[in-house]
């Protein structure tokens, strides 16, 4: 693509719904996937007379949340009503914070080390939702049971500058979330759900653009392609001499494209006011204190630490920290096992595809690290060759048992006995006879296919060092015999 004469300006907003047992007002279950309507009660279905009451385990989760984003705690927030009507809002007001939020700033930091900033963190509780079943004659249906589920809501600064970055800072947001251990981040579940707002302004120029807002972003590939479709349309517009209008598009993922939902309504449009039935958020530097006290080791340290305390590359080291049960499951192979480049190389290649291809964590796997550390033993002592170990690997996925077990019952130990090996060449050199000429004759390419049959007659077996020193001497020894 030709370079454009325009900078990509963008924001993005992430709901998160914390890890409570009960709703963020009342004590109804904060859970997915129940019967519809069955987790619900006065206070969240918004009758009247009903108080909400906090309930200070999500005031903890949102605190742990905005700690590990490096966010300020305000030790004074409020509460707010954010007034609209729809019918998943049975009260007709979402309770929210407006102007004095729990967190102000804050930042996650990207692969490049650069970093992207926050304006702020909220608390407030989720809406219903509505469900449109098929062939149902447009009739839709609401489930009230995620009304006043507990979110926070984090606002980048309107700082990111093209859709790859929007997609790293959703990878590098949901990794803190998850190892602060404050949402389960499940998509599919609705637990993190991200809207985004794109606008173009000239190269150079200071002043922003008009926006428009995309909302309906499922995963995070859908959102780098709803901007990236966004980018593309805005410049054309602009390009045509055209205005770019301030509207909200919705994004389908089907047919890759958005289209508009409807005029955007302003922020004064949601009339808020503090909520008069719940009195300031009042978080004492204790509480900070002692939370921030229980946050583990975060992602981006931890990837450090991997690199100078391992020796492991930095891709390896953004993979094994990915998750911080993978780097847990590492560390203790790392523990027990020496050779770190090997052990990385193992767990981010066959380790993980096993683990996506049965859909499992590390902390379930059938092959634990102790076993995976004895079996990679074996590789270097070079008893088993590691396309070995991956067969042995693949039983004790399977079947379980002990590495050496596994190794004796496959015969998959490695030739390394010399006699043996030389037994292996002369065969070879018989059976091959055109091609060893072509190697006399200077063909040096032709080693390599020799190799090839002796490794292939020993069932693979054969210890490639071994067998290459064996080959090439009985070879030389060859060439000798002629010149005599
Ligand atoms: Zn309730």
Known sequence: MAESPFDIVIGLEVHARLLTESKIFCPCANRFGEEPNSLVCPVCLGMPGVLPVLNHRAVDLAVRAALALDGRIRPVSVFARKNYFYPDLPKGYQISQFDRPFCEGGAVPLPDGSKIELIRIHLEEDAGKLLHPEGDDGHSLVDLNRCGDPLIEIVTAPVITSPEEAYLFLVGLKEILLYAGVSDCNMEEGSLRCDANLSLRPRGETKLGTKTELKNLNSFSAVRAALRWEATRQERTLLDGKKVNHETLLWNAETKEASPMRTKEEAHDYRYFPEPDLPPLVIDPSRIDSIRATLPELPGPKRERFMKEYGVRRYDAEVLTSSAELADYYEKVAARFPDRAL?????????????????????????????????????????????????????????????????????????????????????????????VEQFLGGKEKVFGFLVGAAMKKSGGRANPSVLGEALRAALEKRRGGRRA
């Open 343 to 435: 052990a990385a190389a193992f767990l981010t290649g066959t380790f993980l595809r096993y683990l996506s291809e049965d859909d499992t964590a590390p902390g379930l796997a059938p092959v634990g690290p102790g076993a995976l550390a004895r079996l990679l033993s074996l590789v270097r002592d070079e008893t088993i060759s590691l396309s070995a170990a991956k067969k042995v690997f693949d039983v004790l996925w399977k079947e379980g048992g002990e590495p050496a077990e596994v190794v004796d019952r496959l015969a998959l130990r490695q030739i390394s006995d010399e006699g043996e090996v030389e037994k292996l060449v002369v065969s070879v050199i018989d059976e091959n006879a055109p091609q």
